[in-house]
């Protein structure tokens, strides 16, 4: 298999501003996160992670899955200039009609149940990176793989937030200030991104008629079933976690979560890198499409390997390094929930590869299976084993999440390549 010299050039280019990207995005917060446990102490630290669980759900309808349908569209059509007006404006417009709707449903949520009210300003502050979320169209410059500019834009939003974070939160009772740092970093790097879009890509909003709005509607549901059928076995166990237990708990789980996902989160630059190649891959040349896939696939698994070898063998350090002092119940969980990185670069792979083959029906199904193992492992965990339970059934609803993806993506293959013969 070979690479054009020139895509060869644009991958590692991209790849290197999503790395730099990542870093700062796990480095920055995990500088942070040992002082907020310090002062704010693990049962607040609690409740912030439980207000994000909520506005998490916000995020994906806001979002819709134009990350993914967006991006591919952005990435076949990106020498057409018009083209490339309709989706952005369509898009768009369809996310802030999303974003109205999420805030009228969290005021709700919030005055509807005394637990939500008790904290309603967290609530309300913690939405703000919902809104700066819908003002970065992250799709754009993925699928333009001009990948430098959400390096540039992401480090502002982080280095807003740590900064404020060290500046201003002295106590307990600056629990209010941490979402809205977060929010105002997220705005500022929200209302930078559409000026970098107006200024290197003379891109404008342009009002859509409803039938083009109705196509990319369709066109990403499938997708947003399968972000929310995620979020039902990631963010909802965080709520079951809250809700059948405490805050404490919540918090426990929510260190050994960050920590495992900083680690994992090394893979995603690259997943983030190859998904535009990949979608013009497959149209181009299925062989050297699947060529690619399996050797991006071995890496994979030879790096998980050893960073989940090098991580266990510093555990202790690690717990020390976040928590800021021994804890035996963090670094039991940690040393469990490490195995998580095996898996955790494939979820994105297999489920990018699904939807660049417009395989949506698999990938539905196969979110299908995993909450429904979800709903019928997790809560009974959680309700007996608390932290404990939630970080092992987990890690079992993963590995079966993994599985299922690992079947209908050869399944896909060899139908494709059967109806190619035929």
Same mark, same amino acid.
């Given at each position: 298999?070979k690479?054009? @010299?020139?895509?060869?050039k ?8 999503l790395?730099?990207?990542? @870093? *700062?995005?796990?480095?920055?917060? +995990?500088?942070?996160?040992? #002082?907020l446990i ?12 439980? @207000?994000?669980?909520i506005? *998490?759900?916000?995020?994906?309808l ?7 349908? @967006? ?12 083209k490339?007006?309709?989706?952005y404006?369509?898009? =768009? ?8 709707? %999420? ?8 005055? %509807? ?6 904290h309603?300003?967290?609530?309300? +502050? ?16 993925q699928? =333009?793989?001009?990948m430098?500019y959400i390096?540039? &834009?992401?480090?502002i939003?982080?280095?807003?937030? *740590? ?16 979402p ?25 909003f342009k ?7 109705k196509?990319?509607?369709?066109? /990403? $549901?499938?997708?947003? &079933?399968?972000?929310?059928y995620v979020?039902?076995y990631? *963010?909802?166990?965080?709520l079951?976690l ?8 919540? /918090?426990?789980?929510?260190i050994?979560?960050?920590?495992v +996902?900083?680690?994992?989160g090394i893979?995603?630059p690259?997943n983030q ?18 060529q ?12 998980? &390997? ?6 266990? #063998? ?18 039991? &969980? ?16 297999? %489920?990018?590869?699904l939807?660049? =083959? ?9 979110m ?6 979800? +709903? =019928? ?9 608390q ?6 059934s ?11 993806l $690992? ?8 139908k494709?390549?059967?109806k190619?013969?035929?």
């Amino acid at each position: 298999m070979k690479i054009l @010299a020139n895509d060869l050039k644009r991958l590692k280019s991209n790849f290197l501003a999503l790395s730099f990207l990542q @870093a *700062t995005n796990y480095i920055l917060p +995990l500088i942070t996160l040992p #002082y907020l446990i310090q002062v704010l102490g693990v049962e607040y630290f609690g409740l912030l992670a439980f @207000a994000t669980a909520i506005i *998490t759900y916000f995020s994906i309808l806001t979002d819709y899955g134009f990350n993914l349908t @967006a991006t591919k569209e952005i990435s076949l059509h990106r020498h057409n200039k018009n083209k490339i007006i309709e989706i952005y404006s369509a898009v =768009m417009s369809i996310k802030f009609i999303l974003l109205i709707i %999420s805030f009228l449903l969290l005021c709700t949520l919030i005055f %509807s149940f005394e637990r939500f009210e008790q904290h309603w300003q967290i609530y309300l +502050l913690s939405f703000g990176s919902v809104l700066g979320q819908f003002l970065f169209p992250i799709w754009i410059f993925q699928g =333009m793989e001009k990948m430098k500019y959400i390096s540039y &834009l992401n480090i502002i939003s982080k280095l807003i937030f *740590t900064i404020a974070i060290f500046i201003f939160i002295k106590t307990k009772n600056d629990i209010y200030l941490v979402p809205l740092f977060f929010s105002l970093g997220s705005i500022v790097a929200g209302l930078l991104s559409l000026y970098y879009i107006k200024k290197e890509f003379n891109i404008s909003f342009k009002f859509q008629n409803k039938n083009i709005l109705k196509y990319y509607l369709i066109d /990403g $549901w499938h997708v947003f &079933l399968s972000r929310f059928y995620v979020s039902l076995y990631t *963010t909802t166990n965080i709520l079951l976690l809250g809700l059948l237990s405490n805050n404490l708990a919540v /918090g426990y789980y929510a260190i050994v979560e960050k920590i495992v +996902l900083a680690i994992g989160g090394i893979f995603q630059p690259l997943n983030q890198t190859i998904y535009p190649y990949l979608v013009k891959k497959q149209k181009e040349c299925f062989n050297t499409f699947v060529q690619f896939l399996k050797k991006i696939s071995a890496i994979f698994l030879l790096a998980s &390997l050893v960073f989940i070898l090098l991580a266990e #063998y510093f555990v202790e350090e690690l717990v020390f390094l976040i928590h800021g002092e021994d804890n035996l119940q963090v670094s039991f &969980l940690l040393s469990i929930f490490l195995l998580r990185i095996f898996v955790l670069p494939f979820g994105s792979l297999l %489920s990018n590869t699904l939807i660049i =083959m417009e395989q949506k029906k698999s990938f539905i199904k196969v979110m299908n299976y995993t909450v429904v193992s979800d +709903l =019928m492992i997790v809560p009974v965990a959680i309700y007996y084993f608390q932290e404990t339970g939630l970080v092992i059934s987990f890690l079992i609803i993963i590995v079966i999440h993994t599985l299922f993806l $690992w079947y209908y993506v050869n399944h896909s293959i060899q139908k494709f390549r059967i109806k190619n013969d035929s």
